[in-house]
């Protein structure tokens, strides 16, 4: 069983993790905590971008020599390719880790993983600590490799005129940008979320043709690199990925500071499309900013 100092640490590799949204696409965001025999953190870190190095790597060139020995607490399957950089488990390995505690097995590795190779190694390896809190991370990365297309959010501001794109000057439409990949206008144009986020080539961003079905759309962004993607558009744009339940969050912002009005009368809805619920509510500086999401099936 997980030690309460693992437990613990993997909370916080869960933190690290978060970092890395909005690069790391194609790849997973994955955080890494090393902590040594007294349960002592000796290195961290966390996957930024393809190409770059993943998490347990990281992890591992903080600690230097305080490796040895150390057990590695980790959000995801440590992986058994070898890629642009070497697979981690042999990292892992090399560096004289003595225990692994991962939170989700890599569902693209087929009992092949890294998993299966520490144990070999003699690697003392326990899965499935904290996995439900490491998918409030990896959680759209999971789904998008499952059904091969993007994690799809709307944000939208609805007011007194209608719903309506929400304005990319806004603190909120600036923290969505940041944990997205791109963002695909209601003209077809896809862009970057944020510009240069990825680095050169490895997000391939082509826009849409006029008339793209939402579902084929979306598969050719995936198959782009992109897996976080922001609708930017109003209701009509929203229209065809709300049809085809491609929708995955909404975010509604409503100004608020009037306590007292009578609303328009022609909204589509009155703050959420139909099987979407609330999944929370904030107040901001001039919003009430709620999340959204599918209602949840059976
Ligand atoms: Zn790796």
């Known amino acids: 069983m997980a030690s309460?100092?693992?437990?613990a640490a993997m909370r916080r590799a869960i933190a690290l993790s978060a970092a890395g949204l909005g690069t790391t696409s194609p790849n997973p965001p994955v955080g890494c905590v090393l902590l040594d025999p007294q349960a002592r953190i000796v290195g961290e870190g966390y996957h930024e971008r393809k190409g770059e190095a993943h998490a347990e790597a990281q992890a591992l060139a903080a600690a230097g020599p305080l490796a040895a020995g150390a057990t590695a607490v980790v959000t995801l399957e440590p992986c058994n390719h070898q890629g642009r950089t070497p697979p981690c488990r042999q990292a892992l390995i090399d560096a004289g880790i003595k225990r692994a505690v991962i939170a989700v097995i890599d569902p693209t590795s087929r009992g092949e993983g890294g998993v299966t190779a520490l144990r070999r190694a003699g690697v003392d390896v326990e899965t499935g600590v904290l996995s439900a809190e490491a998918r409030t991370v990896l959680g759209g990365w999971l789904e998008g490799l499952?059904?091969?297309?993007?994690?799809i959010t709307w944000p939208y501001l609805i007011t007194a005129r209608g719903v309506?794109?929400?304005p990319g000057d806004t603190a909120e439409a600036q923290l969505?940008?940041?944990n997205a990949d791109a963002v695909l206008a209601a003209d077809g144009t896809?862009?970057?979320?944020?510009?240069g986020s990825h680095g050169k080539g490895i997000l391939t961003l082509e826009d849409q043709p006029p008339g793209t079905p939402a579902a084929e759309a979306a598969a050719s962004l995936y198959d782009g690199g992109v897996r976080y993607l922001l609708l930017d558009g109003d209701h009509d744009a929203a229209r065809p990925f709300l049809a085809a339940a491609l929708v995955d969050?909404?975010?509604?912002?409503m100004p608020h500071g009037e306590p007292s009005r009578r609303p328009a009368a022609d909204l589509p809805w009155p703050l959420l499309p139909p099987g979407f619920v609330v999944a929370g509510a904030v107040r901001t500086d001039s919003f009430v900013r709620v999340d959204g999401r599918p209602e949840a099936l059976g």
């Open 164 to 166: 309506e794109a929400i």
């Open 4 to 7: 309460a100092a693992e437990v």
């Open 176 to 178: 969505l940008h940041l």
């Open 146 to 151: 499952q059904n091969r297309r993007p994690l």
């Open 190 to 195: 896809v862009r970057e979320a944020v510009p």
């Open 249 to 253: 969050r909404v975010i509604a912002c």
